[in-house]
């Protein structure tokens, strides 16, 4: 038997508006998301300390960019970290909606009224 981590898997859980990634079926982060027609807005990303500086967030917003492109949707980056991820990552720019201001009041009225938060 080993100490060796084994590799970290992402799913989506709609349920609960988000992406979560896993690590030896622990939880270590999520990206939470609010779908708005075509468009998944992602709003907020989260590590856990325990695994932070493994480039869990990374891989976590990757794999969500790639369902959202396999789903033909579209992605608006509210959430900072995936604002910057997309900034440095222009082969998503085909599938990137702005952030307008339609959109942050659209968001805020859709989280005061959703039976919890992410």
């Given amino acids: 038997m080993?100490?060796?981590?084994?590799?970290?898997?992402?799913?989506r859980v709609d349920a609960r508006h988000r992406y979560e990634i896993r690590?030896?079926?622990?939880?270590?982060?999520?990206?939470?998301?609010?779908?708005?027609?075509e468009q998944r807005v992602f709003f907020?990303?989260?590590?856990?300390?325990?695994?932070?500086?493994?480039?869990?967030?990374?891989?976590?917003?990757?794999?969500a960019l790639d369902d959202v492109r396999a789903s033909g949707g579209r992605v608006v980056p509210v959430c900072?970290?995936?604002?910057?991820?997309?900034?440095?990552?222009?082969?998503?720019?085909?599938?990137?909606?702005p952030v307008t201001p339609e959109v942050v009041q659209w968001l805020d009225t859709e989280l005061k009224h959703a039976p919890g938060r992410s």
């Fill in 2 to 11: 080993t100490d060796t981590p084994t590799t970290p898997t992402v799913e």
């Fill in 23 to 37: 690590v030896d079926g622990q939880r270590a982060g999520l990206t939470a998301y609010r779908d708005r027609g």
């Fill in 44 to 63: 907020h990303t989260e590590i856990d300390p325990a695994y932070a500086g493994q480039g869990l967030a990374s891989q976590l917003i990757r794999a």
């Fill in 80 to 97: 900072p970290f995936v604002a910057a991820y997309l900034s440095k990552h222009d082969d998503y720019d085909d599938l990137t909606d």
